[in-house]
């Protein structure tokens, strides 16, 4: 990777890295005062849904904004949101100011994953995706961890001091994409394939995307939640956090390298049924048991693969022009899943107690189970097409990081040896002509 191409995504993946420290314990001292001030599960669960909510109308919205005025100014704008609306949080304590609040937020942070996304595609070329793709990855779940890890600390300093402070990180955020020249990458407009048309393409895709966006959203939103009931404090709750984040983060890349070697459906076979041992261990596991930490970061490690084999398993099959639009349709799948997670699961909670928890878990994945054992029966998983590539949740324009030159050729081969299913053409292309590197300014 050159040192030009390198100073040219530096300053997008510094300025997430910082505003994604902030968001991350934010997320969770939400859910954590909320229960302190007496608040039900459910209303807690209604809370949290509503930043995924914002995540999923930004992710659909959010690429006009970025065309119209560029990208530096968006981000500025959106870091801006973000600071504001968690110092906002900090004066003003009802849970329906909260939900708006949080709502908000979310619409804003996903436009900063898509400035970020968008930049490092346009400056990248099929070559050096992939190398890039790793830098975003460990940032983004570096950030999380030091930000869960540093959750007792700061609650330490005062009830108002976590709010200051994550805000003042998303506004010293802003810094370094501010700082450099005033240019942008362009950005088109994302048109995903219908639900429709993917349930015929991958039906395992989209279940496994659903699946995952349901289970991540409950890790972030819902276990801190259940690790305060059974007595943890704030310190305690932000290492356990950070421990589930480590294991989302080492776990992935070993699990994916494995799905190459097996198919990718036996792949996620063994990965849902270990995560419904896991979630069942758990919930029969004393409170004080210093297990926990041990189950919690392989239950990280596995439900966090399960949207990266699930992603890779339907690009196996997908004609070369339609791997992007299916990855960005399978990431709003995964939204929706991640926005009505808290909704789903906060009721349950609120009538089995903090163990409704992992008994969701625990069904959920058996179900992911039975359903990707019948898909095996009824139509076996192609040969990968290319190596796995670990990815988390992106934006809709961020998910052609994924599509590397191997993905691309590997596609176009197995079209050539097996006809499959046409794509209808989008109403507009969507792909992005051959990168130059060449910069509009704004």
């Not at 954590?32 to 039900?40: E, F, I, N, T, W």
């Not at 008994?359 to 029966?377: D, E, M, P, Q, S």
Request: proline letters at 6%; hydrophobic letters at 55%; one cysteine or more.
């Amino acid at each position: 990777m050159s040192r030009q191409l390198l100073a040219l995504v530096l300053a997008p993946i510094l300025g997430m890295f910082v505003v994604c420290i902030g968001n991350a314990f934010i997320s969770s001292l939400t859910t954590l005062q909320l229960d302190a001030a007496g608040a039900s599960a459910t209303a807690i669960g209604v809370i949290s849904s509503s930043y995924f909510v914002g995540l999923t109308i930004g992710a659909m919205f959010h690429d006009r904004l970025i065309l119209r005025i560029g990208h530096i100014r968006a981000y500025a704008g959106f870091v801006s949101l973000i600071a504001v609306t968690i110092l906002l949080q900090g004066l003003i304590f009802n849970q329906t100011a909260w939900f708006i609040l949080r709502l908000i937020n979310g619409w804003a942070n996903v436009g900063v994953f898509l400035v970020v996304e968008s930049w490092l595609l346009l400056a990248s070329d099929p070559k050096t995706r992939g190398r890039l793709l790793a830098i975003y990855m460990i940032a983004l779940y570096g950030s999380g961890m030091l930000g869960q890890l540093k959750l007792g600390l700061i609650t330490q300093w005062g009830d108002a001091a976590p709010f200051m402070i994550a805000g003042m990180l998303a506004a010293l955020s802003a810094l370094p994409m501010v700082m450099i020249p005033r240019v942008s990458p362009t950005v088109e407009r994302v048109e995903p394939l219908p639900v429709r048309q993917l349930l015929r393409m991958t039906p395992t895709g989209v279940m496994g995307s659903f699946g995952s966006g349901v289970a991540i959203a409950a890790i972030y939103t819902l276990l801190p939640l259940y690790l305060q009931r059974i007595g943890q404090d704030i310190t305690q709750v932000g290492q356990m956090m950070g421990i589930v984040i480590l294991g989302a983060m080492l776990l992935q890349y070993p699990v994916g390298r494995w799905s190459d070697l097996k198919d990718r459906q036996v792949t996620l076979i063994v990965l849902t049924a270990t995560c419904t041992v896991l979630s069942l261990a758990i919930l029969l596991l004393p409170h004080s048991s210093p297990l926990l930490m041990v189950l919690l970061f392989l239950l990280g490690g596995g439900l966090f693969a399960i949207y990266p084999v699930a992603v890779s398993h339907a690009t196996d099959r997908a004609p070369a022009d339609a791997l992007v639009r299916m990855i960005q349709g399978l990431l709003l799948i995964n939204s929706l899943g991640c926005a009505i997670s808290p909704l789903m699961i906060s009721p349950v909670m609120t009538y089995m107690g903090e163990s409704g928890l992992f008994f969701c878990f625990a069904v959920l994945n058996l179900g992911l189970t039975a359903y990707f054992v019948i898909r095996r029966k009824v139509r076996p998983a192609p040969a990968p097409i290319a190596p796995f590539a670990a990815a988390a949740q992106m934006s809709p324009v961020g998910v052609e990081l994924r599509v590397t030159d191997d993905l691309v050729q590997g596609a176009l081969d197995h079209e050539m040896a097996e006809p499959l299913d046409k794509v209808e053409p989008p109403a507009q292309q969507t792909t992005h002509a051959a990168p130059d590197h060449s910069f509009s300014c704004r």
